[in-house]
Nanobody
Framework: QVQLVESGGGLVQAGGSLRLSCAASGRTFSTYVMGWFRQAPGREREFVATIHWSGDTTGYADSVKGRFTISRDNAKNTVYLQMNGLKPEDTAVYYC?????????????????WGQGTQVTVSS
């Protein structure tokens, strides 16, 4: 079992930055693939970014590539999402998620564990 707790959301103006954190419980965090997803009102949950357990491989949605950076610190059982150049369309609840295999990493269905989410609001 893995428990995930996100933090770092808030209100920011367009062009600003936020850094989300996701703290995980359990001693096997370093063996999990981690992902960030987001869900805006009336829309389906969508993939944002993912990172391999080793930290060596990452993946991003086209909509955030070049603006967002995912990273992890296995010693701290934490994954981060640095968000720069935020746009109003980035407004959503952001969730972190964990899975044990590097397969279908951009699909929400494949993740086994989810956090409760943190709200990110970008004003224009």
């Amino acid at each position: 079992q893995v428990q995930l707790v996100e933090s770092g959301g808030g209100l920011v103006q367009a062009g600003g930055s936020l850094r989300l954190s996701c703290a995980a419980s359990g001693r096997t965090f370093s063996t999990y693939v981690m992902g960030w997803f987001r869900q805006a009102p009336g829309r389906e949950r969508e993939f944002v970014a993912t990172i391999h357990w080793s930290g060596d491989t990452t993946g991003y949605a086209d909509s955030v590539k070049g603006r967002f950076t995912i990273s992890r610190d296995n010693a701290k059982n934490t994954v981060y999402l640095q968000m720069n150049g935020l746009k109003p369309e980035d407004t959503a609840v952001y969730y972190c998620a964990a899975k044990d295999r590097w397969l279908q990493v951009d699909t929400a269905r494949g993740y086994d564990y989810w956090g409760q989410g943190t709200q990110v609001t970008v004003s224009s």
